[in-house]
């Protein structure tokens, strides 16, 4: 069966420190992956979201930038954290065709910025 | 781009009480899911409908896709607390659209009062 990991679980950063969150996908193969950001008392904003390796389409501009070095693995990643940043940061995969997008989601990373 | 818009967008029921969240899209729907969150959590995908008309229920929920595919309600039946939580729409762009995350409305939080 699939599984989505994510980690830390959560994330207390000073502004203007470096942000790493990883999200590795089991038990499929060459699925999307999407990183969303959920804003307290908002819905969920797509970040970035990817077909394959080394390739990352993003969906608003910002200070952070996604990567995908391996095929199940996805990483959200900032130079330098804004107050704005904080959020609860959700990865989650679906397998093509995309006329039937379901998407499966991680538990989620609750970054505060401090 | 298109848009979902959820209503209410707070709801608070007396345990046993019927309820229902409408999710009104911008444009055609190709594909409209429904995810339940717990605070902090992940989300948990629900139903996903398709067709103009469908119709899906799982225990005591049930979800509908209007024939012009703009609209989709949920229905919770003699609600319990469990049930408690926030409750998102979203769509998938369409194939020719090659959008393939999701648009997510900004969430209904139920809370079930015994």
């Known amino acids: 069966s699939q599984t989505i990991h994510q980690w830390p679980a959560t994330l207390v950063q000073p502004v203007g420190s470096p942000l790493s969150l990883e999200c590795t996908v089991e038990?499929?193969?060459?699925?999307?992956l999407y990183w969303y950001r959920q804003a307290a008392g908002r819905g969920l904003q797509l970040l970035f979201y990817?077909?394959?390796?080394?390739?990352i389409s993003s969906e608003v501009p910002q200070n952070l930038s996604a990567s995908r070095p391996q095929d199940r693995q996805f990483i959200l990643s900032s130079k330098k954290l804004l107050l704005s940043d904080s959020g609860f940061y959700l990865c989650?995969?679906?397998?093509?065709?995309?006329?039937?997008?379901?998407?499966?989601f991680g538990p989620g990373t609750r970054l505060t910025v401090l | 781009s298109q848009e979902l818009e959820q209503s209410p967008q707070s709801l608070i029921v007396q345990e046993g009480k019927n309820l229902t969240i409408n999710c009104t899209s911008s444009?055609?729907?190709?594909?409209l899911y429904w995810y339940k969150q717990k605070y902090g959590e992940g989300l948990i995908f629900l139903m996903m409908?398709?067709?103009?008309?469908e119709e899906k229920s799982h225990e005591k929920i049930t979800a509908k896709l209007d024939e012009k595919k703009q609209q989709s309600s949920l229905h919770i039946t003699a609600s319990q607390p469990s049930h408690a939580g926030i409750y998102l729409c979203?769509?998938?762009?369409?194939?020719?659209?090659?959008?393939?995350?999701?648009?997510f409305g900004s969430g209904t939080r139920l809370q079930v009062q015994p």
């Open positions: 989650a995969w679906s397998v093509p065709p995309e006329h039937n997008n379901e998407q499966f």
């Open positions: 038990g499929t193969s060459n699925p999307n």
């Open positions: 990817s077909v394959g390796i080394g390739q």
């Open positions: 444009k055609t729907l190709y594909g």
């Open positions: 409908l398709q067709k103009g008309g």
């Open positions: 979203g769509a998938g762009g369409g194939v020719d659209t090659g959008r393939r995350a999701l648009t």
